[in-house]
């Protein structure tokens, strides 16, 4: 009993250390001049520039993640036609964003669609920047976060089995109509959980957007790079405003994760 009472002592000065403080810092930190300094420093243009282009990356990568992302849930689970080898390789390259460094991802994407680069040359000829614009920015984050809907609906298509969606198909029913009324509903909470984190994950993303944006101000910087050239440059107050914004909306997904999470269990 004092051993167990000791690990959830040790628990809680962890949490506080790690969460806690740094959370009541940011918070005074961006109150530091007033609420005229609050505001002032969220409400200036490269602030409202980088929540804005956080947004949009969000959204946009939010998106393509929930739709590939159990399409290809469903090729690795259900689909016959792709053999036992090539769907353990299909496996691997999923996994491949756990185990590369985010900012390594960001490199491979400019040395595959840089400026100075065949693919990237010809892209930008053609009028359509990729490194160092939003595009990029886009493909560095989905690089980052793909995995994490693949892995929330796999294990519940799994789960599930095959069977109800063979009875829909020998009564008749079409593929999309098998979906949604037969598959959907059981893997829904799952593919919402799989969205919280997606979001989560793209909101804090530093590494890979910072090589791939370049962080020019005004033009490619998202709330992160923001935070981090604010502290560079010892504007602390500012840092900590846009830090607090994204710290709201972390522990608001945090809330919405757990939500999610235990309707995911239930059902």
Do not use: C
């Not at 992302?69 to 080898?85: F, N």
């Not at 996994?95 to 840089?114: H, N, Q, W, Y």
């Not at 690089?143 to 609906?153: I, K, N, S, W």
């Amino acid at each position: 009993m004092t051993i167990r009472r000791t690990w959830i002592g040790l628990t809680y000065i962890v949490f506080t250390l790690l969460l806690i403080i740094p959370l009541i810092e940011i918070f005074t930190g961006s109150w530091a001049d007033g609420w005229s300094g609050f505001i002032e420093g969220l409400t200036r243009k490269q602030s409202l520039h980088a929540l804005q282009m956080t947004a949009s990356i969000v959204v946009v990568v939010t998106v393509i993640n929930t739709v590939f992302g159990v399409m290809l849930a469903l090729y690795l689970v259900r689909a016959e036609w792709i053999g036992a080898r090539m769907k353990r390789l299909l496996n691997s390259i999923v996994d491949l964003p756990f185990a590369v460094s985010p900012v390594i991802g960001g490199l491979m994407i400019v040395l595959l669609l840089g400026p100075n680069t065949v693919i990237g040359a010809f892209f930008e000829d053609s009028g359509f920047k990729v490194v160092y614009a939003l595009p990029g920015m886009i493909l560095a984050s989905l690089f980052v976060t793909f995995p994490l809907m693949v892995r929330e609906v796999l294990p519940v298509l799994q789960e599930i089995g095959a069977q109800q969606e063979e009875a829909a198909s020998t009564l008749g029913a079409y593929s999309w109509y098998t979906f949604w009324k037969v598959t959907w509903p059981s893997i829904r909470w799952g593919v919402i959980y799989g969205v919280v984190l997606t979001v989560a994950r793209t909101l804090g993303e530093f590494g890979a957007v910072l090589v791939v944006s370049g962080n020019i101000m005004n033009k490619t910087q998202t709330a992160t790079t923001l935070v981090y050239q604010d502290v560079e440059n010892f504007n602390v107050v500012e840092a900590n405003g846009v830090a607090l914004v994204l710290a709201v909306f972390s522990v608001g997904l945090l809330l919405l994760m757990e939500w999610a999470k235990k309707r995911k269990e239930v059902h």
